[in-house]
């Protein structure tokens, strides 16, 4: 189980809170983010978009893994790490954003250095992976520099902006891992249908904005 609050250089992974509002509407209403997300974050980003992320993110039990990226005293962005179920139960994908003003200040390089290397020492988690749209070439550069391996292209594989766009598999393994004994200690696996129930709609990326 990874902790709550992570606490990195000059900034913090921490739960969401109500009083992100603001903060959230600000930097998630930008058109770099959204086209940079997966199908289910919106643009425009609204109140009520808002209200409907914190309602899940900054719930009374907040879902494990979905950071506040907390930087200058407010929340400027959004990391999430989400475990599959079922064939995928020993794996997770990692997706995240940061709004423009705090962009190449190296804070997602090393937010999600320090979110992988805590996930990948989890006894059952062997595999964490990132999947990017082709022209979003920082955050594969992110990804790089935590050794992430390019895996594949998937040609033609996701439709936004009125563009049909190539999706790019990034992944890290834990390469000390013996396959079969990581799987058995999964545990009982679910139907691949519940592995992102109950996610803020904000948290998945089709490649994020960095």
Not at 53 to 68: D, K, N
Not at 146 to 152: K, L, T, Y
Not at 182 to 198: F, I, K, N, V
Request: proline share 7%.
């Amino acid at each position: 189980m990874l902790p709550q609050i992570i606490q990195c250089s000059s900034f913090q992974l921490r739960p969401w809170r109500i009083a992100d509002k603001p903060a959230l509407l600000r930097y998630a209403n930008d058109r770099v983010v959204w086209r940079n997300m997966s199908g289910n974050f919106p643009y425009p980003f609204t109140d009520a978009d808002a209200d409907q992320l914190l309602a899940v993110a900054a719930g009374q039990t907040p879902p494990e893994g979905i950071y506040a990226i907390e930087a200058d005293r407010e929340a400027v962005g959004m990391l999430s790490i989400v475990r599959g179920r079922h064939i995928e139960c020993c794996f997770a994908e990692i997706g995240y954003w940061l709004g423009e003003a705090h962009r190449g200040r190296g804070i997602a390089t090393e937010a999600v250095g320090r979110v992988v290397e805590m996930a990948l020492a989890e006894p059952n988690l062997v595999r964490v992976a990132a999947p990017v749209a082709a022209w979003n070439t920082p955050s594969m550069r992110v990804l790089e520099r935590n050794g992430f391996v390019r895996e594949a292209v998937l040609r033609r594989a996701g439709y936004k902006d009125g563009t049909l766009f190539d999706r790019v598999i990034y992944a890290r393994i834990r390469e000390s891992a013996d396959p079969y004994v990581a799987a058995l200690e999964c545990g009982p696996t679910h139907d691949m249908g519940e592995s992102r129930r109950g996610q803020p709609p904000a948290s998945r990326s089709v490649g994020s904005a960095t």
